[in-house]
């Protein structure tokens, strides 16, 4: 064996070394990339896609998605036990603009609007308007009657914590994933407006007022 082979051999290893060195920091950076994404997948401000399905919704520039009269869809069966314990189902209220909020406690976007929630939940109560949340999301109420205190947030919320609400809307109306997200249904219980976006107090009164307006 030559006087050279020692260190030939050093120098392999090494180069090796840092090939598995680079394969390693790349399967690490790609990891962290992915659990990034499903972050602010789980919460985020949302987006205009409902993941397919035939809805009607024409979605505007400034992402709120409006159906017109005569081709709105129903609402699915809505009830179920409230975060107070209570008992509700969203078709008693029936004849009433009814605003449906999808929110969790855990949720940044949703503390965000939650302010402007509340202000025109109580703007509006005399006006024939039904505002109700969906909490998801949150493994026990205490942390969503929390939420609701801090806020304000004097309407009620049905407590779904696993989705299962969510999921009896034909497809394409809600993105499971986008939270927060609202809806309007008019006085006939059908879907008129959607944002799957926090939405400010412009945007919610401009989702809310003309469906309002409509006789």
Do not use: H
């Not at 008992?87 to 969790?104: F, R």
Request: contains cysteine.
């Amino acid at each position: 064996m030559s006087a050279d082979s020692a260190p030939q051999r050093s120098n392999r290893t090494t180069r090796a070394t840092e090939r598995t060195r680079r394969v390693r920091r790349s399967a690490a950076l790609a990891a962290g990339l992915a659990a990034t994404a499903l972050l602010v997948s789980a919460c985020g401000s949302g987006g205009t896609s409902g993941g397919g399905g035939n809805t009607n919704f024409v979605t505007g520039t400034d992402g709120i998605a409006t159906a017109a009269e005569g081709e709105r869809t129903p609402a699915p069966d809505l009830s179920g036990k409230t975060i107070a314990g209570k008992t509700l189902d969203v078709a008693d209220y029936k004849g009433k603009v009814v605003v449906l909020n999808v929110w969790g406690s855990w949720c940044n976007p949703c503390r965000a609007e939650a302010k402007y929630f509340a202000k025109v939940s109580k703007d509006y109560a005399g006006k024939g308007v039904q505002f109700v949340g969906i909490n998801t999301r949150d493994t026990s109420t205490g942390a969503a009657l929390a939420f609701e205190k801090d806020w304000g947030i004097t309407y009620p919320s049905l407590y779904d914590p696993t989705g299962k609400l969510l999921l009896r809307f034909k497809k394409g109306t809600l993105n499971p994933q986008a939270i927060p997200s609202t809806l309007i249904l008019d006085r006939d219980g059908k879907i008129a407006a959607r944002s799957l976006s926090a939405l400010s107090e412009e945007r919610l009164l401009k989702m809310l007022k003309p469906v309002v307006a409509e006789k």
